[in-house]
């Protein structure tokens, strides 16, 4: 067992780094092997298989700081990877065991055994990254390897809008593959929001008729159903947001008698977050009626067993100054804005319990509203770090996506043009402060502990479409899916620095350009190939 796997050569400098590893002193000839299933298999770990297989035919990768290594002498050859897994069992949820052990020797057969085919997803992503150009061959260096991994955190996650700009389905499958390279297993598909509604409704067609950009920019269901399949295969989950009843500007394109304070102006700000304003009427009956349809709709084109509410950033103004709103709050003395809200997420949070699916929502639920969620929701904070530790005090499972430390959009300035400053939620979230981030910190109780499920960065599409997404996400991202998977610290309890990390975070950032991704680059070349070289004394 070690715990200074960054000064390892970079044959071992896999991110994220295991739970446990132990090296030899050999070096293993691997350009000529196979990868097969003993005993069960699935078709999850099938897939796996033929993909890495093409994955490992495809590179001959070499890191950085090896660039002058040249050829090493191999005392050994691999024949073959064996794959084992407990159960075939492809259910992938908050309980999924995606545990793996990996075994490779001097000369033979190396073995993978897994408790899940998604155990066997993560050992073979692992695998790859050992497998390095060697001259005109490749290699495995440093062998007998052995390796005993288990994430820290089972979520681990990418909050992704698409309703600001539309992004491609090939670039949203680009995503899950980046994903995957990281080991992150979730991705919370933030698809509509007040600027468009780019997935087709079979209940209300006139909801992306009328509010997706253009029918190009449409997710039908046949590409929801390749995203969840490719997603899948991948060990990902899709988590489906529809947020309620605030960011709902563009419903009211198709049902406009649902609707409060659509697109004011020109003091939108009074009324929303941003242009354009817009929020379903709470005071109609109509409007808990359309959103339950919309969750009865899409629980059953989703899968997944957790489906996301919103119910973030609320604006009361919309609804006090509404002359429906007053007409019946006039006639119904006792109820107020907040009674009707507190009814509205009260309504629609039973509906989705009658679906069997568990609700996920955004912290203002629980602390800016009267409403008090059932103990079974999960509450993704944002606001400050005080959010986790209030959330779990009360016994609610959390995941944090902390502003300030995992909005990835943070740090390109306004977007408003009449307005020359910076953004809400600047600066930049360099890849070393999103490593800092301890979504523990200052929590102590053991139970309140395992209540953090982990943890999600977040790219809000204000700024952002398929032609930027890739060094928006890479490898600032890859830094969160770190500390997810494998905690901030060591199996000796040492807090892991960004300045040790670094040359492995290089590593990869280079490894994913190789495999398609247009990761942004972390500093020059010549720090990567020297490292330490380049920190500040």
Known sequence: MIGFLAALPSA???????????????????????????????????????RYLQIISDESFVAPVDYKRGTVKTSGTLNSLVVSVKSTDETLDLNTDESYTLDIPVNGKASLKAQSPYGVVRGLETFSQLVTGNGYSKAILNTPVHIEDSPVYPHRGLSFDTSRNFYSVKSILRILDAMSYNKMNTFHWHVVDSHSWPIESKTYPALHQKGAYSSSMTYYYNDVKRIIKYAKDRGIRVIPEFDVPGHTYIVGQALPDIMSCTNKLPNWDHYAAEPPSGQLNIA?????????????????????????????????????????????????????????????????????????????????????????????????????????????????????????????????????????????????????????????????????????????????????????????????ASAMAETAWSGKSDVSGRVRTTGEVASRLHEQRYRMVGRGIEAEPMQPLWCARNPGACNLP
């Not at 994220?16 to 078709?43: C, H, M, V, W, Y």
């Not at 007053?326 to 119904?332: E, R, W």
């Not at 430390?405 to 999103?434: E, I, Q, R």
């Open 12 to 50: 071992l400098a896999l991110w994220p780094i295991p739970r446990t590893l132990t090296q030899g002193t050999s070096n293993t000839r691997a350009d000529q092997f196979s990868i097969s299933a003993e005993g069960k298999s699935s078709p999850v770990i099938q897939n796996a298989i033929g």
């Open 284 to 476: 109609k009956p109509e409007s808990i009626e359309f959103t339950n349809n919309i969750v009865s709709e899409y629980v059953k084109l989703f899968p997944d067993n957790v489906f996301h509410l919103g119910g973030d950033e609320v604006n009361r103004n919309c609804w006090s100054e509404d002359p429906d709103v007053q007409k019946y709050l006039a006639a119904h003395p006792g109820e107020d804005v907040e009674s009707l809200l507190v009814n509205f997420y009260a309504k629609v949070h039973d509906h989705l319990a009658t679906t069997g699916k568990t609700a996920y929502t955004w912290e203002e639920t629980l602390f800016h509203s009267k409403y008090v969620p059932d103990n079974s929701t999960i509450l993704q904070v944002w606001i400050d770090q005080t959010s986790v530790q209030k959330a779990v005090a009360q016994g609610y499972r959390v995941v944090s996506s902390s502003y300030d430390s995992y909005y990835l959009d943070c740090g390109h300035g306004a977007w408003l043009p009449n307005w020359d400053g910076n953004s809400w939620c600047d600066p930049f979230k360099t890849w070393m402060h999103v490593y800092n981030y301890d979504v523990a910190a200052n929590i102590t109780d053991p139970a309140q502990k395992k209540l953090i499920l982990g943890t999600e960065v977040a790219l809000w599409s204000e700024q952002s479409d398929e032609h930027v997404i890739d060094a928006r996400l890479w490898p600032r």
